[in-house]
């Protein structure tokens, strides 16, 4: 028996080599990489024999040419002069601007829609179901379409449009809102704003010393908000109210001057936080429901008040099962936002990888600069999300 | 007049019923209406929702609205008078498109067949008892195939109808169907491939899950219809159908991918141990041991992920194809239906819950049979 053995190791085969687990990882990781290889080669010659038979050149300089479309939301200065790169930024911006107001509104919606979810009372609780199985079972392409026609189909034109209240028109032309135009001085008050948050943020850092030390508690919340509000507002009224409000008047058929906020935006904004929502309730119900209540009971136990005991020892836990998958939330709301091109909002997709596209004919870089951008907020976002995971990991035993 | 009163030994009294307010609808409602003030408040504040919504919502789309015998937007509010319900004719009168697109109509029967067969498909895979007959389980293998030859076409004597009749539910159907079935083998390769001990495999694997979880679905369906081309060999047409059936399922294959790698991460390193001691293959001890158990418990993961893609099929509309909502926008594109979208939307709404919701109910029943009781 050993003979045997001592001869096949001493006789190297073929099959010995495949009956080798570390040479048989070898052997087929080396094949992997040359299949992928030959796989990627293909794809490159046949893309360069491609480009070479319809004579398109390759190569990022049409971005700083005219643009020659305009963009019906901007947020910086921008006219169809401007060149493809700010027409592309301007979509970006467009994308993070929608993509960040869904965020906070679908938060809200979630959250509280998960908690009504849990609380005993019968009928809140089978409303937030019934919202909850609805929208999460229609396609979200669906809802913004829907949305973006009861604004346009529901809402009034401009000239029959009564104000909500003074300056606030809502129109199948978008929503019109007072505009505030800060005056000379106005720097003065963000500067007030920023001194209150930095007060804040030490406050709190010193009342958490002082309950370490004493066991005292400091209304920290409460003198940091003070401290937020009330230092611009106190600066804001010392400078004299440096401010004026252009309010929307009719002139012809719509409205000038004021503020306007887009139904292609309100659409997109709306139904992204529906939508949304209805997923980060579901993570929010899982996430409280995850705390054992032995954990409440023990908090109990050490006569922690019943307020404390959900700021203290319920929320700290449920939020390290919720931020994960809320951050993923996040990012497919993101990335859901591309699909203001269906209702002409112009995004990142609709700008570069839409109009531009289809001007230029640049679909290789046009594609590649999309793609980029989608990629690299992913990766930043996913970077972040270890970090918080790695800071709130349960020390395993 | 005088009750009657009896005497009873002390402690010998029969139990009395319990106060009327502590049993029955009074004790619920008054736990779970009105426990406090604030509950008070929001009940009718969330029956004052629901009566704001409910009763106007059946009136437009039940009461007032008019299903036949309009040929038009016009005809309807003829119809409809005063009352503005909602026109669902239009639905009527565009059915056959809504189900097959463009098929051609002599030779629909073919996808009607088809339709059938892939009910007793999915019938025969969900119900167990049908599921352990041999003969049955290689029909269930088979209609799939047939149903390919008939709705293509072009050979065993039938007509070739190109995919650009496609259309519809019909469409839609098979986007998610073929997204759903091809994707799954392909997730299971990726999340082994991920999770694997040999690095090549493991970083291929993370870059190509990651770079197609970090894009949004629609630009990868604008790859297919702008870009693939380029990555093919010269002279080469590929049809789009194909194209974005490639895309949609590479695209669910990475989600599931995720989800099982979810799942494989679950299962204890001692199943993994015991598999090795037993002197199985990595191959055996994947089929045997650990593969089993980890898609049981991914099975919610991987029907959210289908739920998903099955929403994500009307995305295909944008890239200019025909699925029930592309048939719909062109219905009220024309000046007869003009007006309608609402209606439209609810419709194909309406379409889309029932698939999903179904879905997600059969995940959750599967879910609670297939729970063995391991669960900590």
């Not at chain 1, 963000?190 to 948050?197: E, M």
């Not at chain 2, 009750?3 to 009327?20: D, F, I, N, Q, R």
């Not at chain 2, 159908?241 to 790698?261: H, N």
């Amino acid at each position: 028996m050993s003979g045997t053995q001592v001869q096949e190791n001493k006789t190297v085969t073929l099959g010995s080599l495949w009956r080798d687990k570390k040479t048989r990882g070898m052997i087929l990781q080396i094949f992997a990489v040359i299949g992928i290889l030959i796989f990627i080669g293909i794809i490159i010659s046949n893309t360069v024999e491609n480009l070479d038979r319809l004579g398109v050149k390759v190569g990022f300089d049409f971005l700083s040419e005219p643009a020659n479309y305009d963009i019906n939301q901007t947020l910086i200065s921008y006219d169809s002069s401007d060149s493809h790169f700010r027409a592309a930024l301007v979509g970006l911006l467009n994308t993070l601007l929608v993509a960040g107001c869904g965020i906070v509104v679908a938060t809200i919606f979630g959250f509280t829609a998960g908690v009504l979810r849990l609380s005993n009372n019968f009928v809140l609780n089978r409303l937030m179901q019934v919202y909850v199985e609805v929208t999460r079972n229609i396609p979200v392409l669906l809802q913004i379409l829907l949305w973006h026609g009861i604004i346009i189909n529901s809402l009034p034109v401009p000239k029959k449009a009564e104000a909500l209240v003074e300056g606030v028109f809502m129109t199948n032309r978008g929503v019109f809102l007072p505009q505030p135009i800060p005056q000379e001085g106005f720097g003065w008050v963000w500067i007030a704003l920023l001194v209150g948050i930095v007060f804040a943020v030490f406050f709190k850092r010193y009342a958490n010393k002082v309950q370490m030390q004493t066991g005292k508690l400091l209304p920290a919340i409460w003198i940091g908000a003070t401290a937020i509000i009330g230092l611009p507002v106190l600066t804001f009224l010392a400078l004299g109210s440096p401010l004026e409000v252009s309010y929307p008047a009719l002139k012809g058929f719509n409205f000038k001057g004021g503020f306007v906020v887009k139904p292609e935006f309100m659409a997109l904004w709306f139904a992204l936080s529906i939508y949304t929502g209805a997923f980060i309730a579901e993570i929010v119900r899982a996430g409280i429901q995850s705390v054992s209540h032995g954990q409440t009971e023990a908090a109990h136990a050490l006569g922690i008040r019943p307020n404390f005991t959900m700021r203290l020892v319920v929320i700290p836990q449920a939020l390290r099962v919720i931020i994960p998958p809320l951050i993923s939330q996040y990012l497919n709301l993101t990335k859901n936002s591309s699909l203001a091109i269906a209702i002409g909002y112009m995004d990142l997709v609709a700008t570069i990888g839409g109009i531009s596209l289809n001007q230029t004919g640049r679909a290789l870089e046009s594609m590649g600069i999309v793609l980029g951008v989608y990629l690299f907020i992913s990766i930043v976002i996913s970077a972040l999300m270890n970090v918080y995971n790695k800071r709130v990991a349960l020390v395993s035993r | 007049m005088s009750t009657e009163t009896k005497k009873y030994p002390v402690g010998m009294h029969p139990a009395l019923p319990p106060p009327s307010g502590s049993v029955g609808p009074v004790r619920w409602m008054r736990d779970n209406l009105f426990s406090s003030v604030s509950n008070t408040v929001l009940t009718f504040l969330g029956l004052y929702i629901i009566y704001l919504v409910v009763p106007p919502f059946i009136e437009w789309a039940f009461i007032d609205s008019v299903v036949l015998g309009a040929e038009s937007r016009k005809e309807c509010l003829k119809i409809m008078g005063e009352d503005r319900g909602a026109c669902w004719s239009f639905v009527y009168h565009r059915w056959g498109q809504f189900v097959y697109g463009f098929y051609p109509m002599e030779e629909r029967w073919r996808v009607d067949v088809s339709f059938v067969l892939t009910a007793l498909t999915i019938a025969i895979v969900l119900v167990e008892k049908l599921r352990a007959i041999k003969a049955v389980l290689i029909a269930a293998i088979l209609f799939p195939v047939i149903s390919f030859f008939l709705i293509t076409g072009g050979s065993f004597g039938l007509a070739e109808v190109p995919t650009n009749k496609w259309g519809g539910i019909l469409l839609t159907f098979i986007v998610g169907l073929t997204g759903i079935f091809v994707s799954l083998p392909i997730a299971i390769v990726l999340a082994l491939s991920r999770i694997s001990k040999l690095p090549i495999f493991s970083f291929f694997a993370t870059i190509f899950i990651e770079f197609i979880r970090g894009v949004p679905l629609i630009t990868l369906l604008f790859i297919a219809s702008t870009l693939l081309s380029y990555f093919l060999p010269p002279g080469s047409n590929f049809d789009l159908l194909l194209r974005v059936l490639i895309m949609v399922t590479i695209f669910s294959a990475a989600y599931i991918a995720e989800v099982i790698r979810g799942g494989l991460a679950a299962i204890p390193t001692g199943q993994y141990e015991a598999a090795d001691a037993l002197g199985l293959s990595y191959w055996q001890s994947m089929r045997l041991i650990i593969l089993p158990q980890a898609l049981k418990i991914s099975i919610p993961g991987i029907v959210g992920s289908f739920i998903g893609l099955f929403k994500d099929t009307t995305l295909v509309v944008i890239i200019g194809l025909l699925d029930p909502l592309g048939i719909g926008m062109a219905a009220i594109a024309t000046t007869d239906w003009a007006g309608l979208s609402t209606e439209l939307y609810v419709f194909i709404g309406v379409f889309f819950f029932i698939f999903c919701f179904g879905m997600s109910r059969y995940s959750l029943h599967l879910e609670k049979k297939l729970n063995t009781g391991h669960k900590q």
